[in-house]
C-alpha cells in the first residue's frame, strides 16, 4: 500500500487497553406497551452512549409537542417522522453500543403482528433474542409468536426480561410463575438456553446495575448476560463454505475468487470442490491486502486462487472435497412471505441462494403455520406476513446447505420479476431428489396374467363433479350392474378413503393433490391386480386428473364427468354440506371458496338434470361395451 | 483463531463492497473527504486487492469546504490511484448561493443534494456508495445497507427492502439506483479505532490545533478564508479546537479540544458525552430535518 506520510503521530495502543474484544448481534422482541423502548433506552443511557445534546433535544422536541410528549428514554429512538406521528416504530432500527467486553448490535424490531417481516429479518442476523414480558401480563401470544420466529430463525439463546417489576412491588411468585411457563414452552421449541431476569426498564432495576429489590434474584442482569452468554459458534466447526461473490481478474496472470467464508476454516492445500458443477482443485492462495495466510477462517472476507484452471463465476460455492455441500434443484422449504401481492405457486420469481440468483416457482404449499397457535392451515397462497411449508422448484440446481446447519448456504430470498421488491424469505429444509434411489421391481404375475385369470380388461372410471353432484350413487348402480355381469370390480369411494387411507389430508389445495395421488396410485395397483375400478371423488382440478391419466396406459383410464350445476346439487345437499358451507362452517369447500375445473373433454359426459341415475348407469354400461371393455356377449 | 469486533466489521463492508463491484453497471463512490470516507477508500483497497481502485469516486464540491479539504482530497485520490470526479452546481455558483447569503438550508439543497442530483443523472451512476453510518442520527438508524431510489432519486421509507443475511437484493431498473453504506454497523468509535489501527490519513482538521474562530449562535466557526462576513463586533479569536465532522466550513462547529493525535481523540470519545453531529448546523432547521432531505435525495 502507498501509506501517506502524514497524519497519524504514532501512539502507544496501552491507552487503547478499554477496547472490545467480540461483537454479538441480538434482537429485542416485544410491544411498545411492554416498555420496549424503555429498556433499550435505559441499555444506551447506562452505557453511555447518549449523548448529552441528544437529551437535550428530547426535552427540546417534548416541550414543542413533537414527541406525543414523553420524555422517556424511548423517545430516543424513533426515528422516523410517520413513526413518531404514528406513536409506534415500524420498521427494524439497529442501534449500537459497546462495554470493555462487547460491541453490541441491537436490531429493534416492533412486535405488531402484521410486522413479522421485520422480525425475521432482524432475527435473521441475531445470535441472541431478548424477549420483554410485562410482568402483568405474563406469557401472551405475541410472546409466542416472538419466540416462535426466533426459534425458526435459528437463535438459540434467550434472555427472557420479565419487565415493570416494579409494578409488582418486585415480587418474586409472579416472576417465577412467567419464568416457569416460558421455560416448559420454550423446550417444545427447541429454544435451549433461557434465562430469566427481573427487571424494570423505566428504574433500571437489573438492566446494568443488579437491582437491591430484588434480594431473592441471584443470577445476571441483562447487561451482565448480554456480556456473558456464549454463542457457541457453530459455524466455526462447520465444514468450510465460501459463496463466490466476484472474479478478480486485474490481469491476465491472477484469477482470484472473492467471498467471504460463512463457516468453517480452509488452508493453503486443502482439495476443494466448486459446487454446483462438481469441477475439483486445490487451494493455491488465500490472498489478502496484508498479504498471504496460510489458512482463513469464517468470517473473513478473503480471495482464493486455485491450482487449476477451473470455470468458476459469481454464484458458485467453494467446498471441502471431504464435506460438499448438497446440490438440488427441488426442496422442501419453509417460506416467510413479505410482499403485499400474495405468493403464488407456479409464478416465476428470481431466487438468491448465496451469492447465486436463479429462478424458480413455489410448486405447492404444503401447509400455512399460524404463528399464534402453531397449528397448520391449508392455503393456496400466502399473504404478507404469513408463513408456510413448501416445495420450491429452481429452473438449475444449486448448491446448499439445510438452514438448521448453515444460516448463509440455507436462506435465501425471493425477489418479484416484475416490481424487483424482495417479496420472500424462505429456510431450506432438505433437496427433494428420493426417487433417485429407488427402482421399479419387476414382477412375473403381471397386470396381464390377472385380467387373464378374471377374463376381463382392467380399467378404471373415474367420476369426477361437485359434491351432492350424484357421483356415488351412479356409481353404486354402475358397480352392481358389473357385479350383475360376474366382473371384478372396486369402488372407491373419496369419503371412504378419508376415513382410513387418507385420514391424515384435510382440505387444503396441497391435501387435496394429495388425496388424488393416493387415489390414483391405489386404482393404478388394483387395474395391475386386473379389476376394473370405479372413482369416485370430486377431483376438483384438471391437473390432478391429468396426473391420475397419465399413470395409467392408453385405454385404461375413462373420465366420467357427473355434471350437475352448483344450485341444483346446492338445493340437493344430500348431507347438509352446502348449507355448513356457506355458514362459513366449512372452509376450502368445492364450488363455495374453492374452485371447480370441470372436464374439458371428458370420455363421459352425465347431465344429471336430464338423465336420472339409472339411466346415468345404463348409459356408462352401454359406452364401455362401445369400448370394448365389457363383451357384447355378456349383456 | 477468532475475529475481533473490528475485523469483523471490516469483513462485513468488504462484503458489501464486493456485491457492489459484482452487481453494478457504473459504481461511484461518493468521497466527502471526512475520516468515514478514508475509512471506505482503505475498504475498498483491501476489498478489490490486488486490483486497483476499480471505481471511481466522486466528490460533490459545493465549494465551500474547508481549503484543507481540498488539498488532502486531491493529495489521496492521486496516491491511492483512484479516479476522481469533482461536481460543482454551475448553475448554483451562478447564483452566487452560500451559507452565508442564502443561509444553511438554501445552500444545502441547492448545492449538495440538487449537485448530487445532477452528478448523478450526468454519469448514470447505479450504485452509490457511501460513508454513511447508522448512529450518526436517528433516521439513519432505519437505513438499509442497499437503499433503494427511484428514478427521480427519492427514497421512501415505507419501501425498504428487508435484509435478510448476507443475501441483499440488487435488482434495480433502469435509472433507478441503490445507495450503499458498507459502514452502516460502525460506530464514530469504532472508525476511530480502525483508523488508529490501519493507520489510515485523515483530514489534518481533526486534530487539535489553534485555529481562528468566531463564535455564532452557540457554534466554533473557524474562519477558512475571506469570503467568511464578519458582523459588527465579530473579531477572530485563535483557540485550539478541532472537528468531528467535516462539510462546509460556515456550516461546522468545531469543539474546544486538545486531542492531537488519534488515541487521543480516542480517549476523549470514550468520555465524551456529546453527539458527533452536534456540530453540524443543517440537522437543527426543523424536527427530523435528515429524514426531509433524505426523502428529498440528500445522501
Request: glycine share 6%.
Amino acid at each position: 500500500m502507498n501509506r501517506v506520510p502524514f497524519a497519524n503521530a504514532s501512539v502507544p495502543t496501552a491507552q487503547l487497553h478499554r477496547e472490545p474484544r467480540d461483537l454479538l448481534r441480538f434482537i429485542t422482541c416485544g410491544s411498545v406497551d411492554d416498555g420496549k423502548s424503555t429498556l433499550i433506552g435505559r441499555l444506551l443511557y447506562e452505557t453511555k452512549v447518549v449523548p448529552e445534546d441528544q437529551l437535550a433535544e428530547i426535552i427540546r422536541a417534548s416541550a414543542t409537542g413533537d414527541a406525543g410528549s414523553s420524555t422517556e428514554f424511548a423517545f430516543l429512538l424513533d426515528g422516523l417522522v410517520a413513526e413518531r406521528e404514528q406513536g409506534i416504530t415500524i420498521d427494524v432500527a439497529f442501534r449500537f453500543f459497546a462495554t470493555d467486553r462487547r460491541k453490541f448490535i441491537i436490531a429493534d424490531t416492533p412486535g405488531h403482528e402484521q410486522y413479522t417481516r421485520n422480525m425475521v429479518t432482524g432475527a435473521s442476523n441475531a445470535d441472541v433474542a431478548v424477549i420483554l414480558i410485562d410482568a402483568r401480563k405474563g406469557v401472551l401470544t405475541q410472546t409466542r409468536r416472538h419466540s416462535y420466529i426466533c426459534a425458526l430463525l435459528g437463535i438459540r439463546h434467550v434472555a427472557l426480561a420479565i419487565n415493570k417489576m416494579d409494578l409488582l412491588d418486585f415480587a418474586e411468585a409472579p416472576f417465577r410463575a412467567i419464568a416457569a411457563e416460558y421455560h416448559s414452552f420454550a423446550q417444545s421449541h427447541g429454544i435451549a438456553d433461557v434465562t430469566a431476569i427481573p427487571v424494570s426498564a423505566l428504574k433500571g432495576d437489573n438492566v446494568a446495575a443488579p437491582s437491591t429489590k430484588m434480594p431473592w434474584y441471584a443470577g445476571p442482569t441483562l447487561l451482565d448476560y448480554l456480556e456473558n452468554v456464549e454463542v457457541e459458534d457453530r459455524l466455526r466447526t462447520a465444514p468450510f463454505r465460501m459463496p463466490v461473490q466476484w472474479v478478480n481478474r486485474p490481469h491476465a496472470h491472477f484469477r482470484g475468487f472473492c467471498g467471504t467464508i460463512v463457516s468453517g476454516r480452509v488452508r493453503q492445500g486443502d482439495e476443494i470442490v466448486v459446487q454446483p458443477s462438481g469441477r475439483r482443485s486445490r487451494i493455491a492462495r488465500l490472498v489478502t491486502f496484508e498479504g498471504d495466510l496460510a489458512e482463513a477462517v469464517a468470517g473473513q472476507a478473503v480471495t482464493l486462487t486455485l491450482t487449476d484452471e477451473v470455470d468458476v463465476s459469481r454464484g458458485d460455492l467453494v467446498s471441502p472435497l471431504s464435506a460438499p455441500a448438497g446440490v438440488s434443484e427441488q426442496f422442501e422449504a419453509t417460506v416467510i412471505w413479505m410482499d403485499d401481492d400474495p405468493l403464488l405457486p407456479g409464478r416465476s420469481y428470481y431466487v438468491r441462494v448465496g451469492t447465486a440468483t436463479v429462478t424458480g416457482s413455489v410448486s405447492t404449499i404444503k401447509y400455512k403455520l399460524n404463528i399464534n397457535t402453531m397449528e397448520h392451515l391449508a392455503g393456496r397462497t400466502l399473504a404478507l406476513n404469513e408463513i408456510g411449508v413448501c416445495t420450491i422448484s429452481l429452473d438449475r440446481p444449486v448448491a446448499f446447505d439445510p438452514y438448521a446447519e448453515n444460516r448463509d448456504t440455507g436462506g435465501f430470498i425471493l425477489i418479484d420479476r416484475i416490481t424487483n421488491r424482495t417479496a420472500g424469505a424462505g429456510l431450506l429444509h432438505f433437496g427433494l431428489r428420493r426417487a433417485q434411489n429407488l427402482f421399479h421391481q419387476a414382477v412375473e404375475i403381471d397386470k396381464h396374467a390377472q385380467a387373464a385369470l378374471k377374463a376381463q380388461k382392467p380399467c378404471v372410471l373415474w367420476f369426477t363433479g361437485l359434491s351432492g353432484a350424484g357421483k356415488s350413487t351412479i356409481a353404486n348402480l354402475v358397480e352392481r350392474r358389473l357385479y350383475a355381469l360376474r366382473r371384478h370390480c372396486y369402488l372407491l369411494d373419496g369419503d371412504n378413503l378419508r376415513l382410513g387411507l387418507n385420514r391424515d389430508l384435510g382440505f387444503t389445495i396441497a391435501d387435496r393433490v394429495e388425496n388424488i395421488r393416493r387415489a390414483a396410485e391405489i386404482a393404478k395397483l388394483m387395474v395391475d391386480a386386473g379389476l376394473i375400478v370405479l372413482v369416485s371423488f370430486i377431483s376438483p382440478f384438471r391437473a390432478e386428473r391429468r396426473m391420475a391419466r397419465d399413470l395409467l396406459e392408453d385405454g385404461e383410464f375413462f373420465e366420467i364427468f357427473v355434471d350437475t350445476p352448483l344450485a341444483v346439487a346446492e338445493a340437493r345437499d344430500p348431507k347438509g354440506l352446502y348449507r355448513r358451507a356457506r355458514r362459513g362452517e366449512i372452509k376450502n369447500f368445492t364450488g363455495i371458496d374453492s374452485p371447480y375445473e370441470p372436464p374439458l373433454a371428458p370420455d363421459i359426459h352425465i347431465n344429471t338434470t336430464t338423465t336420472p341415475a339409472e339411466a346415468a348407469a345404463e348409459l356408462i354400461i352401454a359406452r364401455l361395451v362401445e369400448l370394448g371393455i365389457i363383451s357384447r356377449d355378456l349383456c | 483463531m477468532t475475529l475481533d469486533h473490528l475485523q469483523r466489521l471490516e469483513a462485513e463492508s468488504i462484503h458489501i463492497l464486493r456485491e457492489v463491484i459484482a452487481e453494478a453497471r457504473n459504481p461511484v463512490i461518493l468521497y466527502s473527504i471526512g475520516k468515514d470516507s478514508s475509512v471506505l477508500l482503505h475498504l475498498a483497497l483491501k476489498a478489490f486487492h490486488p486490483a486497483k481502485a476499480p471505481i471511481p469516486l466522486l466528490h460533490v464540491d459545493t465549494t465551500w469546504k474547508f481549503r484543507e479539504m481540498i488539498e488532502f482530497r486531491d493529495r489521496i485520490a492521486a496516491q491511492l490511484g483512484f479516479r476522481l470526479l469533482v461536481h460543482i452546481n454551475r448553475e448554483g455558483l451562478r447564483m452566487g448561493i452560500s451559507p452565508f447569503s442564502h443561509g444553511s438550508a438554501i445552500h444545502t439543497d441547492v448545492m449538495k443534494t440538487q449537485a448530487l442530483k445532477q452528478a448523478l443523472d450526468e454519469h448514470g451512476f447505479d450504485f452509490v456508495v457511501g460513508g454513511a453510518r447508522r448512529d450518526e442520527e436517528k433516521s439513519r438508524a432505519k437505513e438499509r445497507i442497499f437503499s433503494f431510489r427511484t428514478a427521480q432519486h427519492q427514497w421512501d421509507p415505507k419501501k425498504q427492502r428487508p435484509e435478510l443475511w448476507r443475501l441483499y437484493n440488487l435488482r434495480i431498473q433502469r435509472r433507478e439506483s441503490i445507495r450503499v453504506f458498507p459502514l452502516s454497523n460502525w460506530t464514530e468509535l469504532d472508525v476511530w479505532r480502525y483508523i488508529h489501527r490501519e493507520n489510515i490519513p485523515v483530514v489534518p482538521l481533526y486534530f487539535a490545533k489553534t485555529r481562528p474562530v468566531v463564535e455564532r449562535d452557540g457554534a466554533l466557526i473557524m474562519v477558512d478564508d475571506d469570503r467568511m462576513p464578519l458582523q459588527s463586533g465579530e473579531k477572530p479569536t485563535m483557540r485550539q479546537i478541532r472537528f468531528r465532522t467535516l462539510g462546509c466550513y460556515p456550516l461546522t462547529g468545531a469543539i474546544e479540544s486538545s486531542a492531537a493525535t488519534v488515541s487521543a481523540i480516542i480517549d476523549e470519545l470514550t468520555t465524551s458525552r456529546i453527539s458527533e453531529r452536534q456540530g453540524r448546523v443543517i440537522d437543527r432547521d426543523s424536527v427530523a430535518s435528515m429524514e426531509k432531505k433524505k426523502q428529498e435525495g440528500y445522501f
